[in-house]
């Protein structure tokens, strides 16, 4: 039987039991209790905890699974063993709060016996020793025979962390013969020689991490038989190296190795691990696990290291990991098809990450080389050849110094195990206290520069830049893109997104999406994965190269190694593409119509505008606005063609290219060519022909500091717009002035020059009517007192009367108010200068009485005030009328 054979029995088995078929998941577990998915049980850990139901009770996957770093490690035993992996398949069957041991032991055996067809009396079956009913149904229900039922403590218990479901086990063995162990079963005997098979856990506790044991209220079964290891079993080999997963893996490995697998223990590890860490790696990979510096990430680049170690070890000069990753893809892909899907990118992710380490690799080994040439290793293949003298008075020449490990580790990158490692091929070895104490001298640095140092969100940038490359910009082709999420990382609640709990940056290994940048701002968007998206709001460098999209999340978002599709807000864009070749045009106009001292010192280039910011000594007038508009307008409409594309700088420095504002340019650099005269660098987006400008309009030109000048402009609909907005005023100023829109000039002047001549109308009825007035007034006098109120008379015309009236025959003294249509109270106070009354006492509480005052210099016979308040002019000159004659 064959793998695809075993696992098509497999799934049938169940179903005809009334299992759902599911599809494997993720090996990158929900749970975050966990750094993979260990085990079959792990997407399924809240229905046995029972926090969440299951939409049915019976379940059959085959899982993949990592068993590398964490609790489950099995890393360091990979090649050594004849059934380890790192990467393996579990088939399992799954009750939850279903059926329980009764049913799910002897469907086992059935399961093994009739569709495997293993002979019954090479299995041996494990009960826990606390297990009698287990042990019982063994007996009596199934009929193992009791010498075959062995029980164990600690190995037939099973939980996937210190926290999550846990329960008795039962195992099925199956003996493979007197060759391959001592006997004794699978308690006494080789392990070798008694293979596990079948992992049956009665999941019935929930541990809490503190030792603390909760029953759950609704045990199930988790079983776990391993893909790997049945085929072996099935095949007839001993080693599960020699099932057909792995043969052309190893094929390959032999080819790389120049050395036939089987024919040197230490080689046919190495092999192993080709074939072992390939599978891991690239299925790791498929499901957006990276290599980093960070846990899971970690672990995956510890094992492609590890096997590339063994190929420099083993003298391999050229790459390997994508050669095997490659077969992974042809052997597994029919079966986890998202592989296929993933071959290039899997292969390009392990190829950046293989030679990064190989330069680690030839780097560190030349100052290993230099650092160890002063030192008396001993024979590496003959350690007795050292005297026991040496060994003891000279020890420190055979130790290798603890710091340059360190530097070896820290400034290169060189794994202190390979250090190790290659001393001790040299019969020398590590200061490992000396290397210990560097280390912990730099994680206290660390602690102490972390206020100061490159963030942590720097330096994840960083990683996903050296592991992936720049973001490609998808320049040219549609607003839409398929790409691949590399990371998605959450914004901190204190960021400039304070409140906004939800928000992302995501980054993806291309994108149509421009990151702002050269004045052009970021465009916004879709990014849309199966189960959610990612509405983005904004694109920005987080280093150069590396576009960071920042957005908020909808559904369930998207995951790191998902394959998306990202999609710009094309409307937008092209806006902004109008606005951008809009902003050379201008720049160009601009030293046309003024001269070619104006340089571009910063311009914002937004969809609904343009701002150009230039130097230039003076403001420029309307009609020089005018010009420039003109003479951008009439370049527009050439509808020249525009050129955007790469060259060397030396190539755009001999056509003459203007160097943009603010951008940063290597040796290579993208020039703008648009139409016949403008020709600059700029890395923005920018239309095909001029003639997609549309009409570009200046709404403004201010000053923003000294010879610095800014002009706004519009282009596109925008123009339209705000052209069309202005023809609408026009329409209703003529509608207004009851004439034509060409006639408005003329119909204004004539309304202005109709005001002028009637303000100087009542300006001489008002003297004529106040000469007539100061006379009744006059005649009103009281003790030579005039006090009255004259309505909304206009405070020149009320200073005028009251010099009038005083002006007649003896009067001594004239107090007026009124209440102008213009607001406020005017007071006036006016006295005979021979009498003996002063102008300004009369005026002093009347004026504050109306909320006002006055400035008066000296004791002038004459004064003016002003106030706030109308209400109060009665009071206000009553008190005045108290002031000139007394109570
Ligand atoms: N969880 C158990 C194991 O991994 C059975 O599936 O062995």
Not at 257 to 286: N, Q
Not at 626 to 652: F, K, L
Request: proline share 4%; with cysteine; glycine share 10%.
């Amino acid at each position: 039987m064959r793998a695809g054979e075993l696992r098509d029995a497999f799934s049938s088995f169940w179903a005809e039991r009334g299992h759902e078929v599911r599809a494997s998941a993720s090996l990158i577990p929900h749970e975050s209790s966990l750094l993979f998915t260990v085990a079959g049980m792990v997407p399924f850990m809240p229905y046995f905890l029972g926090s969440e139901v299951p939409p049915t009770r019976r379940m059959v996957t085959i899982q993949k699974c990592v068993r590398a770093g964490g609790k489950h490690n099995d890393l360091d035993d990979i090649g050594r063993t004849n059934r380890h992996f790192t990467f393996f398949e579990m088939m399992g069957n799954f009750s939850f709060g279903d059926y329980f041991k009764a049913e799910a032991i002897p469907w086992a055996w059935e399961f093994v016996t009739d569709v495997l067809g293993l002979e019954r009396d090479k299995l041996w079956v494990t009960v826990h020793v606390s297990d009698d009913e287990a042990a019982e149904i063994w007996q009596t229900k199934v009929g193992v025979p009791a010498e075959r039922i062995q029980r164990l403590d600690k190995d037939n218990w099973w939980a996937a962390g210190d926290v999550g479901p846990c329960g008795p086990c039962s195992e099925i063995f199956y003996d493979i013969g007197p060759d391959h162990g001592p006997d004794g079963g699978p308690a006494h005997g080789g392990e070798d020689r008694f293979v596990e098979i079948w992992n049956l856990v009665f999941m019935q506790f929930a541990a809490d991490g503190t030792g603390e044991m909760t029953p759950l209220d609704a045990p199930g079964i988790d079983t776990g038989a391993g893909l790997e290891r049945i085929l072996a079993v099935l095949q007839g080999v001993p080693a599960a190296w020699d099932i057909d997963l792995f043969a052309p893996l190893l094929a390959e490995a032999e080819r790389i190795c120049s050395k036939t697998y089987g024919t040197d223990p230490e080689t046919d590890v190495s092999m192993r691990i080709f074939a072992d860490h390939a599978r891991t790696t690239a299925m790791l990979i498929s499901d957006g696990v990276f290599p980093s510096n960070e846990d899971r990430g970690y672990v995956l680049r510890r094992i492609i290291r590890r096997a590339v170690r063994h190929a420099w070890v083993l003298g391999v000069d050229e790459v390997v990991m994508p050669r095997l990753v490659d077969i992974v893809v042809d052997v597994m892909g029919d079966h986890y098809t998202d592989l296929i899907a993933n071959r290039q990118f899997i292969a390009d992710v392990v190829a950046r990450e293989e030679e990064r380490f190989r330069t680690t690799l030839a780097t560190g080994q030349k100052i290993l080389d230099e650092a160890t040439a002063g030192l008396e290793g001993a024979d590496a293949a003959n350690p007795e050849s050292a005297s026991p003298e040496s060994a003891n008075t000279e020890a420190a020449d055979t130790v290798l110094d603890g710091e340059v490990a360190f530097l070896l580790h820290d400034t290169h990158g060189f794994p202190v195990e390979v250090t190790e490692e290659i001393l001790t091929e040299r019969g020398l070895s590590l200061d490992r206290d000396g290397f210990e104490a560097a280390m912990e001298r730099q994680r206290e640095r660390a602690r102490a520069g972390r206020s100061g140092g490159p963030t942590f969100a720097d330096e994840r940038y960083r990683e996903i830049l050296a592991q992936f490359g720049p973001t490609q910009f998808v320049r040219d082709t549609p607003a839409v893109s398929p790409a691949r999420v590399l990371a998605v990382f959450e914004i901190a609640q204190d960021d400039e997104h304070d409140g906004d709990d939800d928000l992302v940056e995501v980054f993806l290994d291309r994108t149509p999406f421009y990151a702002e940048s050269g004045g052009q701002i970021g465009d916004v968007g879709t990014i849309s994965g199966t189960d959610g998206s990612i509405e983005v709001l904004d694109c920005t460098y987080a280093l150069a190269d590396l576009h960071r999209h920042i957005g908020r999340v909808h559904g369930e978002g998207i995951e790191a190694g998902s394959l998306v599709s990202a999609e710009i807000d094309d409307g937008r864009r092209a806006a902004i593409r109008r606005n951008h070749t809009g902003t050379h045009i201008l720049h160009w106009a601009l030293r046309e119509v003024l001269g070619d001292h104006v340089k571009q010192a910063g311009s914002l280039v937004a969809p609904d505008r343009l701002r150009f910011d230039f130097s230039h000594y003076e403001g420029v007038d309307r009609a020089q606005l005018r010009e420039i508009e003109r003479v951008a307008n009439a370049e527009i409409i050439t509808n020249g063609r525009c050129r955007h594309y790469e060259t060397s700088m030396n190539h755009a420095q001999a056509i003459g290219a203007i160097a943009f504002f603010g951008d940063k340019y290597g040796d290579v650099v993208r020039v703008l060519e648009a139409g016949e005269h403008s020709t600059e660098l700029c890395g923005g987006t920018h239309v095909a022909a001029l003639g997609d400008i549309g009409h570009l309009r200046i709404v403004s030109e201010s000053s923003i500091g000294s010879n610095m000048r800014r002009i706004e402009a519009v282009t596109g609909l925008a123009t339209v717009e705000r052209l069309a907005d202005a023809e609408d005023t026009l329409d209703s100023l003529a509608e207004m002035l009851n004439a034509q829109p060409d006639e408005i000039a003329s119909a204004v002047q004539r309304r202005l020059d109709e005001t002028k001549e009637l303000r100087r109308q009542v300006r001489d009825l008002q003297r004529t009517m106040a000469s007539s007035r100061a006379a009744e007034l006059a005649a009103t006098a009281e003790d030579g007192v005039v006090v009255a109120d004259l309505g909304d008379l206009e405070r020149d015309a009320l200073r005028d009367l009251a010099a009038s009236v005083r002006d007649h025959g003896g009067i001594r003294a004239v107090v007026l108010a009124s209440a102008p249509a213009a607001g406020g109270v005017a007071l006036v106070a006016a006295v005979d200068p021979a009498g003996d009354l002063s102008a300004g006492d009369l005026l002093r509480d009347a004026a504050r009485t109306v909320g006002g005052g006055f400035g008066a210099k000296g004791d002038p016979p004459l004064v003016v005030a002003g106030g706030r308040n109308p209400d109060g002019i009665g009071d206000a000159l009553a008190q005045a009328r108290v002031a000139a004659l007394g109570a």
